[in-house]
């Protein structure tokens, strides 16, 4: 399980995506996500530790995605039309 990784297994771990949730992001990377700036804050910095592609699940308030090279981090709203009873698929109905 991911959250079971130490940080210096982190620094040597090659992925080319990773899926995380909020908590799973604050126990990797010690940023507390309230926002999606902070998840941004948080994609570059599992960036800089060799994950390539990174999304990060935020329930009600969407997604956010990273992906390597120039390409912005991009923070994929949830719809507020819909009524929300799994919020893991909430976040990807709008993508």
Same mark, same amino acid.
């Given at each position: @399980? *991911?959250?079971?990784?130490?940080?210096?297994? @982190?620094? $040597?771990?090659?992925?080319? &995506? @990773?899926?995380? &949730?909020? !908590?799973?992001?604050?126990?990797?990377?010690? =940023?507390?996500? %309230?926002?999606? /700036?902070?998840?941004?804050?948080? *994609? %570059?910095? #599992?960036?800089? %530790?060799? *994950? $390539? %592609?990174? !999304? !990060?699940?935020?329930?009600? @308030?969407? *997604?956010?995605? +990273?992906?390597?090279? /120039?390409?912005?981090?991009?923070?994929?709203? +949830?719809?507020?039309? !819909?009524?929300?009873?799994?919020?893991?698929?909430?976040? #990807? =109905?709008?993508?």
């Amino acid at each position: @399980m *991911c959250a079971s990784l130490d940080q210096t297994a @982190m620094k $040597s771990l090659t992925l080319h &995506y @990773m899926w995380v &949730y909020l !908590i799973q992001t604050e126990l990797l990377t010690g =940023i507390s996500v %309230r926002t999606p /700036d902070d998840a941004i804050l948080a *994609c %570059r910095d #599992l960036q800089s %530790r060799g *994950c $390539s %592609r990174v !999304i !990060i699940t935020m329930g009600e @308030m969407g *997604c956010v995605v +990273a992906t390597p090279g /120039d390409s912005p981090t991009t923070h994929v709203t +949830a719809p507020s039309d !819909i009524s929300v009873v799994d919020t893991t698929v909430s976040s #990807l =109905i709008g993508s």
